[in-house]
């Protein structure tokens, strides 16, 4: 059953999104898959479109993925994943999760489609923020989304959506998929939309999840899919878009931190003359680059480094100081070799 908005959907955007209403990506941008043959779209089309599972989490771009699909003539359900318990949370109730599950069910009633309600808390906590915590003691600063989309969204979410009977799993990444014309394995490109692209957070997604993968926002910028929202008048159309690690919601890192981590105060070293500047909270607080905030100096200074072993967080003053820029990183546990 169709959305009774969808009648007159993006009339004013119909030539313009003829590609992605056609769900042709090729056709929108042949040159940027570098010689490939297509971007993931058109792979389900023989006679009929197929069924797709649209990962639903309560945003715009999640909205009009699904929109999207069911115009390109898929036959599409939501699944919705709850990942976190914010009932459990010291102070409760800054998880945004189950907004983003009414505003996912507002969305999916305007489309007439079906959303299922999947629970993923314990592979989350042992899968994702196990980790995610244990690397903040080394001295880290990870990336939990990269860890959520390798071992949760596109493993067992995507494989239960599978047994649900999609053929494929969709999600509002700005990312792209094309299947090299000589054969090889699915390769991961850029989403066209350089402010927005998210295909760093899907590389360690392995390349055999992506043949089961749709990312019809490959080829949008993201003021496209606010005017698609707009013009469909979809309910999710003006939210802000999520920022920041979404089980911290509204709180204060630190104190987030705090609670997971154990934090053991210790000195700042200005590492221009190694002057003691102060004491920290923690080393698991601060990342390069951030604001130190030390108490009793109104000067700003700037985390340049960490030393884990002596507990000691080396700070530069100024935004500018040459200590804060530099050309080499070093990265670690990367997995998927097929980005471009
Ligand atoms: N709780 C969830 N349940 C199902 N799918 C999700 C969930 N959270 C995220 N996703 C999927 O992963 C995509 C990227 O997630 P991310 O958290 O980066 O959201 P976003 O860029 O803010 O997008 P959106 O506007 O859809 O919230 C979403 O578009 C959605 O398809």
């Given amino acids: 059953m169709m959305g009774h908005g969808g009648r007159g959907l993006v009339r004013p955007f119909k030539r313009v999104f003829a590609h992605v209403l056609k769900g042709d990506g090729a056709a929108w ?13 058109s792979t389900l089309s023989q006679g009929r479109r197929g069924v797709v599972a649209v990962g639903m989490s ?4 999640s909205s009009v993925a699904a929109l999207l699909l069911q115009r390109q ?3 599409v359900f939501g699944v919705y994943m709850r990942n976190w318990d914010s009932r459990d949370e ?3 109730g800054h998880c945004t999760a189950d ?4 505003d996912s069910q507002r969305v999916c009633k305007h489309l007439g489609i079906k959303l299922h309600h999947l629970d993923y808390q314990k592979q989350y906590w042992t899968q994702v923020f196990e980790t995610f915590t244990q690397k903040f003691a080394m001295g880290l600063t990870p990336n939990p989304d990269l860890a959520c989309n390798q071992h949760i969204k596109f493993d067992a979410l995507l494989e239960n959506a599978l047994q649900m009977g999609a053929d494929k799993l969709a999600t509002g990444h700005y990312a792209r998929l094309c299947q090299p014309q000589s054969g090889g394995p699915v390769q991961l490109l850029r989403g066209i939309d350089e402010n927005k692209d998210q295909s760093y957070f899907l590389a360690n997604v392995g390349a055999d999840a992506f043949e089961k993968v749709l990312f019809p926002l490959g080829t949008l910028t993201k003021a496209d899919v606010r005017n698609l929202a707009v013009s469909e008048g979809l309910v999710t159309a003006t939210k802000r878009s999520s920022a920041g690690i979404c089980f911290v919601g509204r709180r204060d890192f630190r104190d987030f931190i705090s609670e997971y981590v154990e934090m053991k105060p210790g000195p700042f070293v200005c590492v221009d003359g190694n002057s003691h500047l102060g004491t920290h909270t923690g080393i698991a607080a601060y990342t390069h680059g951030q604001r ?3 108490s009793g100096v109104p000067k700003p200074f700037y985390v340049v480094g960490k030393n884990v072993e002596n507990n000691t967080v080396f700070v530069a003053p100024g935004a500018d100081h040459p200590a804060l820029f530099c050309t080499s990183a070093v990265a670690g546990t990367v997995r998927n070799s097929s980005c471009v």
């Fill in 73 to 75: 003539g898929y036959e």
């Fill in 90 to 92: 010291a102070g409760g």
């Fill in 58 to 61: 309560g945003g715009v771009d």
């Fill in 99 to 102: 907004q983003d599950y009414e």
């Fill in 29 to 41: 941008d042949p040159t940027s898959c570098g010689g490939f043959a297509s971007s993931g779209f």
């Fill in 292 to 294: 130190a905030g030390i």
